[in-house]
């Protein structure tokens, strides 16, 4: 943002004056990122800037909701997400908007992350060497987190042998052309990036932990989510337990303060909202809530919770009244991003939260070599008594019983935040839609279908000649 304010003071200087001698004065070095970082608050900016791109999650959860069995298509649609949710995208953008716009977003985000980094250690400033550490280390993580939101898009379900992973891009090189890495190798750089981000963060404590910056436990969050990808069981586990031993923002256990969750208050406290590991702030923006319903117009609903969403959740689930509403009319809405103390669709994007992590352990004591299905049960127990009044602990025959029952657990707690399309990619199943939800045609994703992977845009197939598109597009 700073060089393109250069330039454009550059150029303004001579349009104003109409002389070319005006624009000759200036050196390009004027406009280098040796001038745009000249100190360390500079530095800060570029970081503040990298996190704000990663507002392009909204598009992960989004895409997620129309192309899986967790939305339907709303009462008041007039075309928004119709062709993403029945199945009818491809790589340009008049049909594939909604699957392909997180891809230029999270490559903006790399590309900043190049930029800013190594600039760190270089530029005037605080001369705290353990500040200058931890912009460092939320910089790389950063990079590591947007990468992996590539992976899971646009490459096929984990498979270390895959050729076709993501281009890892990591120096700046406007004239490069990046080919795909192995997926072995994108994945290898998207841990290397985050255990060197986390070897450079401090200790964190409940009174120290910032829900609004990566630090060391929230790395370990994402670290957990993507051994999960990856089939990792054991380093799911680990990481799992190490944010939950934390006790940075355990689970809460009453409706009243679960609500709360998703209508951000405490959003301006020093700890945040209660169990949220990492979000972005959004005090006067609808990019998340104004994709379900409008503030305008009698609140239109564009995309409603499925029908089998909605039927999954028993009376006493503390989660129902918070997740799903019903307006005077009848029509069902999703209350998760509706409204805040700031406003109608107002609301800040959860990335990860403490929940998901006992999700993740469960899984993998189920999924593991030698399953531990009495810890996975445990586990999936206390998050359902935080959820349900008056529930009753359930016992598992097999780990398979228990692997299923997470899955279903994790379609209704992490219902509209991102995971149900890939958790059904990543175990290999088919999307499918109840016939209330959706047309004959459009019910059934098959497990082996193409869709399964997003297409490359188009924009980047014509920009690199050494990029691969996608089977199927």
């Known amino acids: 943002m700073r060089i393109n304010k250069y330039l454009y003071l550059v150029l303004a200087g001579g349009l104003l004056t109409g002389c070319s001698k005006e624009l000759e004065q200036h050196s390009p070095n004027d406009v280098s990122e040796a001038n745009a970082f ?3 608050e500079h530095v800060q900016m570029g970081l503040n800037g990298v996190i704000g791109y990663y507002g392009a999650y909204v598009n992960d959860i989004y895409k997620s909701a129309l192309v899986s069995d967790e939305a339907k298509i ?9 062709l993403t949710y029945r199945y009818q995208y491809s790589s340009d953008g008049t049909t594939g908007g909604d699957v392909t716009g997180g891809y230029s977003s999270y490559y903006l985000l790399v590309d900043a992350v190049n930029r800013t980094l190594p600039h760190v250690y270089t530029v005037e400033g605080d001369q705290n060497t353990a500040r200058r550490d931890i912009i460092k280390a939320q910089l790389l993580g950063m990079r590591g987190i947007a990468n992996f939101s590539l992976l899971q898009s646009w490459a096929k379900r984990y498979d270390a042998a895959d050729p076709l992973g993501i281009a890892i891009v990591q120096n700046v090189n406007p004239l490069a052309q990046t080919p795909r890495s192995t997926v072995a190798e994108s994945i290898a750089a998207i ?3 985050l255990a060197d981000a986390k070897a450079l963060f401090p200790a964190v404590t409940p009174a120290s932990f910032r829900d609004t910056v990566l630090n060391k436990v929230n790395v370990a969050a994402y670290q957990a989510r993507i051994a999960l990808w990856k089939r990792d069981y054991a380093a799911a586990i680990t990481y799992a337990t190490e944010v939950i031993n934390s006790n940075v923002k355990p689970l809460v256990t009453d409706s009243t303060d679960f609500a709360a969750i998703w209508t951000d208050v405490d959003a301006g406290a020093t700890n945040g909202i209660a169990e949220t590991l990492f979000r972005i702030r959004y005090p006067n923006s609808t990019a998340l ?3 379900w319903t409008t503030a ?5 609903i564009y ?3 499925s029908d089998k969403l909605i039927n999954s959740f028993d009376a006493d689930d503390y989660r129902l009244p918070a997740y799903i509403a019903e307006k005077g009319n009848g029509d069902i809405y999703l209350n998760k991003y509706h409204v805040s103390s700031r406003g109608g669709r107002v609301v800040d994007l959860k990335a990860i939260r403490t929940a998901e992590m006992y999700l993740i352990r469960a899984e993998a004591y189920a999924r593991s070599a030698t399953p531990n299905i009495a810890a996975g049960a445990a586990d999936l127990n206390y998050l359902r008594a935080a959820r349900i009044e008056g529930y ?3 016992t598992f025959a097999s780990a398979t019983d228990l692997a299923n029952a997470v899955l279903q657990e994790r379609f209704k707690e992490l219902a509209f935040e991102g995971h149900r399309f890939f958790d059904l990619k990543r175990n290999g199943l088919p999307v499918q839609r109840s016939a209330s939800d959706a047309a004959a045609e459009w019910q059934t994703l098959p497990a082996t279908s193409y869709r399964f992977v997003f297409p490359i845009p ?4 014509l920009a690199n000649p050494k990029m691969v598109q996608n089977d199927g597009y």
């Open 74 to 82: 709303g009462p008041d649609n007039a075309g928004q997400g119709a």
């Open 303 to 305: 995309i409603a919770p």
């Open 38 to 40: 000249k100190t360390l």
């Open 392 to 394: 009753v602990d359930e």
């Open 296 to 300: 305008g117009g009698g609140e239109l």
């Open 289 to 291: 809530g104004g994709l």
């Open 458 to 461: 188009q924009s980047a197939m």
């Open 191 to 193: 841990e290397k990036d």
